[in-house]
């Protein structure tokens, strides 16, 4: 009995050291998000992904737009998306170090208004969703605008899809066509392209294959 108990108190202690070493290896990483006026966006999705692993956590903004995320160091991909508004990715990347806060300047998103909606998910070829992929789009002539030699106003956008694997992306309302990318460690990018209509939501869905070890 007593070597149970002994034995018991053993594999308490060192589960406690785990998590204390856990605890003291991570890292804060916060910020805020607001609307253009200055008001807090309460239940915006945020996610962050790191560049080593490649795993995303998601959270969302509390009532005062506040999120927080407990993370291992490693250099992280910050996206953010709130209903009704346009999301989108930060351009830098954000340095979570051991023990330390960092904290990330304050996101206003403008709002959405009269847009069109490109949006769908990713998975892999068995058909498991997949996070973390890198979604680029980018405007591109459409055939009539090729075959005039008109020009298209630039307009790229990047998405990162969350636990869910899904992306969306909030556009001018406008007659466009636009070329997606999908990238992610391991798996061959694959590429689409899609017509979207003024006030139209168009779905779009990627199927990654995995890259095939060298024999």
Do not use: W
């Not at 856990?22 to 200055?38: M, P, V």
């Not at 991909?77 to 830098?92: C, I, K, N, P, Y």
């Not at 058909?127 to 979604?135: E, H, I, M």
């Amino acid at each position: 009995m007593k070597a149970r108990v002994l034995t018991s108190a053993i594999v308490l202690f060192c589960a406690a050291l785990m998590v204390l070493a856990a605890q003291q290896r991570a890292g804060t990483l916060k910020g805020k998000i607001e609307n253009d006026k200055g008001k807090p966006i309460a239940g915006a999705e945020v996610r962050a992904m790191g560049s080593r692993a490649r795993t995303t956590r998601e959270t969302t903004t509390d009532q005062s737009g506040n999120y927080s995320f407990e993370l291992e160091p490693d250099e992280y991909v910050v996206s953010f998306d709130a209903e009704g508004f346009q999301g989108g990715t930060l351009r830098e990347m954000q340095q979570v170090e051991e023990g330390k806060e960092t904290q990330i300047k304050t996101i206003q998103l403008q709002k959405a208004r009269h847009t069109s909606l490109v949006r769908g998910a990713v998975f892999d070829s068995k058909g498991a969703s997949l996070a973390g992929v890198q979604v680029k789009l980018m405007r591109i002539p459409s055939v009539e605008q090729e075959k005039q030699g008109k020009r298209v106003q630039s307009l790229t956008r990047e998405y990162t899809t969350n636990n869910r694997g899904e992306f969306a992306f909030r556009l001018p309302s406008l007659r466009a066509r636009y070329q997606l990318t999908a990238t992610l460690a391991g798996y061959k990018p694959e590429m689409k392209v899609v017509d979207v209509n003024e006030n139209e939501a168009a779905p779009v869905a990627f199927s990654l294959e995995p890259l095939k070890n060298p024999s």
